[in-house]
T-cell receptor, first 119, second 112 residues
C-alpha cells in the first residue's frame, strides 16, 4: 500500500515569507507526527496528532509554527515569517495507534521529508 | 545532559564482523525504545523496537535493553556493506506524552 507522502519535496523561500508543508499519512493511521531534522542531528519532535487534535505540541519552537489536521488524515505544517534558522528537512510520520507500549501500534512510518531552505 | 545520547562515530567495522551501537537515555521512566536506520538523504526506517529488559533478536539484529542502567544497544551480526548508514536511537519518555526523542545517531561504515 501507499506510504506516507509529503509535498513539496523541496521548498526554497525568502526570509519573512509564509510556507505550508503537507503530509498525507498512511490510510487508517490515527497518529501523526511532525519532526524536523538538521544536518548531523536526529529528528527533533515538533507536534503529535491523535485524530484531529494536537495531543502534544510541546516541540513547536515558537508561535510562528502551527499545524492542523482538520479531518484526521492530511496534516499541514505552517510556518510564518520564516527565518534562515528554519532551514531543515521536515519529516512527517504516521502510526496505527500511537499508544506507547502497545507493540506495533506505535511503529512510526516516515515520509520522504520536505527540504526547506530559507534564503 | 541530552535526553538520548549516542556516540556520533563513525564506527567502522569489516564485513562479516559484529557492529555494536550504544545509546543512553536520561528519563528513567521511559517506556519504549527504538532503533532506526537512516541512509544518507533518506528518511528513517524502523529496524527494531524493544519494551522490556533483556534481548530481542530479529534476523541479524539484536536489541538489548537495561532499564536500571538506562542503556539500550543494537548488535548487527555478519555486518554487510549495505548496513552502512546512520543508526538512530529513539525513546518515548514516561513524562513526555507521546513524543519520541531521537539521539543524534551513530554513523556506521562496513568495509568490504
Amino acid at each position: 500500500g501507499a506510504g506516507v507522502s509529503q509535498t513539496p519535496s523541496n521548498k526554497v523561500t525568502e526570509k519573512g515569507k509564509y510556507v505550508e508543508l503537507r503530509c498525507d499519512p498512511i490510510s487508517g493511521h490515527t497518529a501523526l507526527y511532525w519532526y524536523r531534522q538538521s544536518l548531523g542531528q536526529g529528528p527533533e519532535f515538533l507536534i503529535y496528532f491523535q485524530g484531529t487534535g494536537a495531543a502534544d505540541d510541546s516541540g513547536l519552537p515558537n508561535d510562528r509554527f502551527f499545524a492542523v489536521r482538520p479531518e484526521g488524515s492530511v496534516s499541514t505544517l505552517k510556518i510564518q515569517r520564516t527565518e534562515r534558522g528554519d532551514s531543515a528537512v521536515y519529516l512527517c510520520a504516521s502510526s496505527l495507534r500511537g499508544r506507547p507500549g502497545l507493540a506495533g501500534g506505535e511503529t512510526q512510518y516516515f515520509g520522504p521529508g520536505t527540504r526547506l531552505l530559507v534564503l | 545532559q541530552k535526553e538520548v545520547e549516542q556516540n556520533s562515530g563513525p564506527l567502522s567495522v569489516p564485513e562479516g564482523a559484529i557492529a555494536s551501537l550504544n545509546c543512553t537515555y536520561s528519563d528513567r521512566g521511559s517506556q519504549s525504545f527504538f532503533w532506526y536506520r537512516q541512509y544518507s538523504g533518506k528518511s528513517p526506517e524502523l529496524i527494531m523496537s524493544i519494551y522490556s529488559n533483556g534481548d530481542k533478536e530479529d534476523g541479524r539484529f539484536t536489541a538489548q535493553l537495561n532499564k536500571a542502567s538506562q542503556y539500550v544497544s543494537l548488535l548487527i551480526r555478519d555486518s554487510q556493506p549495505s548496513d552502512s548508514a546512520t543508526y538512530l536511537c529513539a525513546v518515548t519518555p514516561f513524562t513526555g506524552g507521546f513524543k519520541t526523542i531521537f539521539g543524534a545517531g551513530t554513523r556506521l561504515f562496513v568495509k568490504a
